[in-house]
């Protein structure tokens, strides 16, 4: 005997019997939550060059109106809630690259280390690393951006001693000497630069200064990229053929200071020279289409630049390789 069972029927007798009698007892299984997800590193390939992305936790700079200018509150909100963002609250990430060339392990800025200035969902490198099986003593090179606050920070811990032992460490000159001096960076950012010294003094003896052009390390060229800070620096990463861009702070937001490049950031030294090298690194990334990885987009940061039709730029995430 063969039975036709239409799919009315079948709602029927699932409406009769309840789902338990049609579905079976999974209907009624429950699982515990399992929270978030412990692991805070992401792993790709550029040509030979293996690159892994630590975070340094998120970094909270609250309502972004007088943080970021240039335009009218209402379109700077209109900007955020058009992408779906908090129009009150601008959140960051800190994403920093490893880069295992084969000869050199390189660690591309620290985060915020034991400062809690910005809320205490950072300084969370050390932890990263060890997630992603790479111990500390094992890096080699230790290059630095600039001197802010969230990018030196992590040198030393609780106790001021070096967490990187067996690392030399880079800067620009002009970085180091602005950042270390309380008469050039001003009584405004007496923090930053009490960070900076509790960080980099201890260090100084390793310190080497690279300069602008300059290939100071296999595959990593610098590119002067001023106004954030005076000796702000972007680094280009090549290996067998390919190659990504190390963006740093050239810009703080993927929707701001991207569609309005000319927008200012409060946190910048001199905001005019930082918008005209946003434009012309950005630009000059678009054109050649060469990959990025910037320091406070969303995790983990990676994606391409393009230009827009308004004269500003467009930031495409790549999807995670898994």
């Known amino acids: 005997m063969t039975l036709d069972v239409s799919r009315r029927s079948l709602f029927a007798l699932g409406a009769g019997l309840g789902a338990s009698a049609v579905l079976g007892d999974v209907a009624h299984a429950k699982a515990p939550k399992l929270g978030p997800a412990p692991q805070h590193f992401y792993r790709f390939n550029v040509g030979d060059a293996e690159v892994t992305v630590v975070s340094d936790g998120l970094l909270d700079l609250g309502n972004p109106k007088g943080t970021f200018t240039g335009v009218s509150d209402d379109e700077m909100s209109k900007m955020l809630t058009d992408n779906f963002l908090d129009p009150a609250d601008v959140v960051l990430q800190q994403n920093s690259p490893i880069v295992n060339t084969g000869d050199k392990l390189i660690l591309f800025d620290t985060g915020m280390g034991t400062s809690t200035m910005f809320g205490d969902a950072t300084g969370k490198q050390q932890k990263s690393m060890k997630e992603a099986g790479i111990k500390a003593e094992d890096i080699d090179a230790v290059v630095f951006s600039h001197g802010h606050i969230d990018h030196i920070g992590g040198v030393v811990g609780q106790d001021g001693k070096n967490l990187f032992p067996n690392a030399q460490f880079y800067i620009a000159e002009s970085d180091f000497n602005y950042w270390t001096d309380y008469d050039k960076a001003g009584p405004k950012l007496k923090d930053f630069v009490d960070h900076a010294k509790k960080n980099l003094m201890p ?21 002067h990229a001023p106004g954030h800070t005076v000796g702000h620096t972007i680094f280009m990463i090549s290996s067998g053929g390919k190659q990504f861009c190390y963006t740093a702070d050239l810009t703080h937001h993927p929707i701001l200071l991207m569609e309005k490049p000319l927008m200012e950031f409060s946190f910048d030294t001199d905001p005019k020279q930082a918008a005209q090298s946003r434009v012309k690194m950005l630009d000059m990334l678009a054109t050649n289409k060469i990959p990025i990885l910037a320091y406070h987009y969303a995790w983990p940061g990676v994606g391409h630049v393009a230009k827009n039709a308004s004269g500003g730029f467009h930031y495409y995430p790549e999807g995670m390789q898994l």
């Not at 260090?203 to 590119?223: I, M, S």
């Open 203 to 223: 260090v100084r003896d390793r310190l080497v200064f690279y300069k602008d052009d300059q290939e100071f390390l296999p595959g990593v060229h610098a590119l």
